[in-house]
């Protein structure tokens, strides 16, 4: 105490007294430096605030005054956030995934961040990737073209892969992308994966926990915008960085077989019906070019969507291309949204689809197989994966596909905003010749032709236009190709699912478009979604039955349960057959009716005129009075015999229609030949009996003008006798007037 005080004397107090006050003013000074870092920071708070306001208004502006359809929020004309920017080519992959279209900017990017050994590539800040014209004319203009299906032309049953006969514009020659590739080798901070691989057989290429690590690695490190629930789409992609870029067939390219080979491309060909031998060599994960249009990658979806079970059926698929498949599956879907994938083993014979298989996809967990004890048929093997499927989605895949990058969420996103809404990915082409992925055109859509055929069509410019659509809007699609969709999984058991009265292959895809869409849903294709399909010419599998009488039957169900009145359109294009009940045995369609009843289903004429009016059906091939040029008078019908009148056209009794069944009709009464087709009469109308059938106006008939009986030994028409007036059947003369008939009206020839 003394000791303190002494210090307290003299220039001690002068000391004591600074050393007090410097304490205090430092007290000061934390206290003023605190309350202006709370400050600062709510002030930062509320910069955010209104930045996102203002975000989430503009977004809600385009929306409204694009009048989107589409649920997928866009960005383009909104104001990208200053730390978002760098994220719209953030990945380096990128850089191949433009093909032909990367900007001067964005080369000298690569170039700087080349040297600096950086990985990132910074966008260019307000227009990031929207350079198509600068390296336009770099890209190799080629169209493949095969028998092009045009909105005018019928396609046959065997085109129901109808997408073979599609334009295609490849994406960039095979030279491009292997400079891309090459650059992005040197530009790579931390190598690929090491993998190994060898083709087609047992090699376990790599581990689906460092796929799902990957992944969710670049899921959490993406630049990702998380704002009001709504986040980027993920361009998650293990092959960005593929192990092995010289492979063949690598980034989607073209490969080339030696012509010492060719022999062996034959001889494995029947495997697949495609160049299975090209297959087996290319890598079973390899990469891909990005066929989306640019502004997908922009676009914003939910942070909740839906999980996803992805089924593939299969029979006797190729190892290697089965494989692809499920790669492609695991590579570039987000894990948080695959719950699954099932692979349906339909009772195959290959060795290699049994055990070795099992065996291979034992190292990933997600990865379910399920074998059916018999032949079952796609549709019905469709059905058992989905019965033991536990993700809120369903997603059905052809076993031969490739899913690109970003494919899943926009779909999923569908299905999020409405769980009635179907939507299919754009199917891009993987050639069946070698094996390239092609990009195919835009604004298409499915449809159908009489008598059900599947086929694609092009969006009129006018459509495209009153509808204000850009590329990567989704478009209404009446008839999807059948093979690859996502739907929510109550909603399909709402909808009946497939009648799984459907055999083996064919018309299970009408079954269920016409269902959703007349049902109260709808189908769209999703442009940002791209998964390519090997198209083959032939089904590489046995039918159980014949194939042509099993696609028939399955179409006729379907005729007859969804069609109304439009099933004469079937029937009458070239179907006539199927009617008669000793040919062919629909089966008992008492359940699909009661479905169609029980779920309030609207008609076929309303779901032609709302979701296929550019679809021309009239019902009637003609109608109106029968004129005979011989007689210059009109047939009449009164009380069940025919005779000739003066032509009027207010005389209900000289009213007949022609229909597409060739029935010459007054109500349910049809003109017939008596028996041994010499005179006629008149009798219930028989949509079975061939006897009631007359051709006329037939396009290919030397007698367009007769009424020629179509089921006669010789050709036989129907007369006017030009004394007695009266009707009779005689051999058919080109030039008798007596034998020339015109009705009021055409509708159809
Ligand atoms: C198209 C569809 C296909 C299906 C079919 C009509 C696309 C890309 N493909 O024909 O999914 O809708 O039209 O029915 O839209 N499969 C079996 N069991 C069988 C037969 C086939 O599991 O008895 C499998 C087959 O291995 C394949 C899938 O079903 O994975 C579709 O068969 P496809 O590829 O022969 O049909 P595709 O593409 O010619
Ligand atoms: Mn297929």
Known sequence: ?????????????????????????????????????????????????????????????????????????????????EEDKGAVSSDITRIYRQGGRRHKEQNSNLQEN???????????????????????????????????????????????????????????????????????QDTKEEPPVKRTHTPGTKTLVFKEENHTKMLSQSYQNSTVSRKAGVHKVL??????????????????????????????????WDEGY?????????????????????????????????????????????WSTLLRSVHSVLNRSPPHLLKEIILVDDFSTKDYLKDQLDKYMSQFPKVRIIRLKERQGLIRARLAGAAVAKGEVLTFLDSHVECNV?????????????????????????????????????????????????GWSTLSSKYIKKNNMTEADPIRCPVMAGGLFSIDRQYFYELGAYDPGLDVWGGENMEISFKI???????????????????????????????????????????????????????????HHLLDKSVIDVGNLTEQIELRNRLKCKSFKWYLDNVYPEMVTPLLKAKGLVYNRGLRKCLSLKKDSLSFEMCDLLNQSQQFNYTWLKHIRQQDLCVAPQVKYHSLVIESCDR?????????????????????????????????????????????????????????DYFSQ
Request: hydrophobic share 40%; with cysteine; glycine share 4%.
């Open 688 to 744: 079975a009996n061939p006897g009631q059938r007359w051709l006329h106006k037939s396009s290919n008939s030397e007698l367009p003008d007769h009424f020629v009986l179509e089921f006669s030994p010789n050709h036989v028409c129907l007369e006017a006798v030009h004394r007695s007036e009266k009707l009779r059947l005689a051999p058919c003369v080109a030039k008798s007037a007596y034998q020339k008939w015109k009705f009021t």
């Open 274 to 318: 495609f160049n299975v031998y090209l297959s087996d060599q290319i890598p079973v994960d390899r990469a891909i070019p990005d066929t989306r249009p640019d502004i997908c990658a922009r676009h914003l979806v939910h942070d909740d969507l839906p999980s996803t079970s992805v089924i593939f059926c299969f029979v006797d698929e190729v």
């Open 114 to 184: 080349h040297s600096n050994k950086t990985v990132s590539l910074v966008a260019p800040a307000k227009k990031p990737v929207d350079l198509l014209e600068n390296d336009a004319p770099l890209l190799e203009n080629i169209t493949v073209k095969n028998n092009s299906i045009a909105e005018s032309s019928i396609v046959t049953q065997d085109t129901v892969d109808g997408r073979k006969d599609a334009e295609i514009k490849p994406m960039k020659t095979a030279q491009h992308v292997k400079d891309e590739s090459k650059q992005h």
């Open 1 to 81: 105490m003394m000791t303190f005080r002494r210090y307290l004397r003299g220039s001690g107090r002068v000391l004591a007294f600074v050393f007090v006050a410097s304490v205090i003013w430092l007290l000061l000074d934390i206290a003023v430096l605190r309350l202006s870092f709370s400050e600062f920071n709510l002030q930062l708070l509320k910069e955010r605030v209104i930045r996102e306001k203002e975000l989430l208004k503009q977004q809600a502006k385009i929306t409204q005054n694009r009048d989107f359809r589409s649920p997928v929020l866009r960005m383009d004309s909104a104001v990208i956030p």
């Open 406 to 454: 970003g494919w899943l969420e926009p779909l999923l996103e569908q299905v999020y905003l409405d769980r009635r809404k179907v939507s299919c990915p754009v199917i891009d082409v993987i050639s069946d010749q070698d094996m390239s992925y092609k990009m195919v055109d835009n604004f298409q859509r499915g449809i159908f032709k009489w008598p059900l055929v599947f």
């Open 517 to 575: 869409w007349m049902c109260g849903g709808e189908i769209k294709i999703i442009p940002c979604s791209r998964v390519g399909h090997i198209f083959r010419g032939q089904n590489p599998y046995k039918f159980p039955k014949d194939r042509q009488k099993t696609v028939e039957r399955n179409l006729a169900r379907v005729a007859e349960v969804w069609l109304d009145e439009y099933k004469e359109l079937f029937y009458g294009h070239g179907y």
């Open 235 to 268: 361009s998650l992609d293990v092959t960005g960085a593929p192990r092995d870029p010289t492979a063949i067939g690598q980034f989607g390219q073209a490969a080339v077989v030696p012509s010492d080979n060719e022999a062996e491309v034959k001889k494995r």
